[in-house]
């Protein structure tokens, strides 16, 4: 019942933006902690922001000043801005509500020339 349904990934060239969204079923967003990870191929997932039910976020070093994590409780939806995008940011970037342990299907971001 509980799903985390996400997209807006794509390929885009370096510099460029995206924005991803992750839709929640059967779950209110707002009312825990939300993160998104990402992994590379032959790399280990690894996080790159969260927000928690408080509206704290962090980010990883690689990401700060470029990626921002947000919320519309009344669309029961998490963001991720991605934007002056490199090439290292190429990922599956994965949504994830680590109160519940559950994932959303991973939405591939690609960046190139």
């Known amino acids: 019942q509980v799903q985390l349904v996400e997209s807006g990934g794509g390929s885009v060239q370096p510099g460029g933006s995206l924005r991803l969204s992750c839709v929640g079923s059967r779950i209110t967003l707002s009312l825990h902690a939300m993160s998104w990870y990402r992994q590379a191929p032959g790399k280990q997932r690894e996080l790159v922001a969260g927000?928690?039910?408080?509206?704290?976020?962090n980010y990883a070093d690689s990401v700060k000043g470029r990626f921002t994590i947000s919320r519309d409780s009344a669309k029961n939806t998490v963001y991720l801005q991605m934007n002056t995008l490199k090439p290292e940011d190429t990922a599956v970037y994965y949504c994830y509500a680590p109160t519940f342990g559950i994932w959303g299907q991973g939405t591939l971001v690609t960046v190139s020339s």
């Open positions: 927000i928690s039910s408080g509206a704290n976020t």
